[in-house]
T-cell receptor
């Protein structure tokens, strides 16, 4: 069974559209994250939630809005997509925010044209 | 400002040789350090997690060391195999950064048969 799963895996969309990426973890973890990997392959944190509560918001444009309906799910909604939003978005989870291994999903490849 | 640096950026070795991958970080106030493997088009797979109180961790052919005072971690892979070909990423979790990993750019490894 996949521990951290995210959908869709690939997404091609036009500038100005709104899109969502969904993430679910079946590990019983309290903490979930969104990371972005840009074209230079650097991974940077975007958001972190602990038990549905926003903990980290890393200076991300407010066109990006995370939502956590429960501690097993963390979705990412992006409004008014721009070319520069093209990247790979990774969902991840850990038991708590400190001291524990972080497990990553397979990534969602977003291409804005 | 890059806070986590991985050298070399790329490495090619013949099968059977030992691999040595280096990771350095500027802020030694570290909570733990995690090594990941990323295959092309895939997510990140956690390899080893070293807590700040530990000097090293081992798993099979993998051994990771941590020297907080010098701001360095090293991942050793013994008797490399073609299946070890991937990008290896290290990530620092700071003592004051709840749940947030700072990633290096990675070392791309190719093991030739």
């Amino acid at each position: 069974d996949t521990a951290v799963s995210q959908t869709p895996k690939y997404l091609v969309t036009q500038m100005g559209n709104d899109k969502s990426i969904k993430c679910e973890q079946n590990l019983g973890h309290d903490t979930m994250y969104w990371y972005k990997q840009d074209s230079k392959k650097f991974l940077k944190i975007m958001f972190s939630y602990n038990n549905k509560e926003l903990i980290i918001n890393e200076t991300v444009p407010n066109r990006f809005s995370p939502k956590s309906p429960d501690k097993a799910h963390l979705n990412l909604h992006i409004n008014s997509l721009e070319l520069g939003d093209s990247a790979v978005y990774f969902c991840a989870s850990s038991l708590t925010g400190f001291g524990n291994t972080i497990y990553f999903g397979e990534g969602s490849w977003l291409t804005v044209v | 400002k890059q806070e986590v640096t991985q050298i070399p950026a790329a490495l090619s070795v013949p099968e059977g040789e030992n691999l040595v991958l280096n990771c350095s970080f500027t802020d030694s106030a570290i909570y733990n350090l995690q090594w990941f493997r990323q295959d092309p088009g895939k997510g990140l797979t956690s390899l080893l997690l070293i807590q700040s109180s530990q000097r090293e961790q081992t798993s099979g052919r993998l051994n990771a060391s941590l020297d907080k005072s010098s701001g360095r971690s090293t991942l050793y892979i013994a008797a490399s195999q073609p299946g070890d070909s991937a990008t290896y990423l290290c990530a620092r979790r700071g003592a004051d950064s709840w749940g947030k990993l700072q990633f290096g750019a990675g070392t791309q490894v190719v093991v030739t048969p």
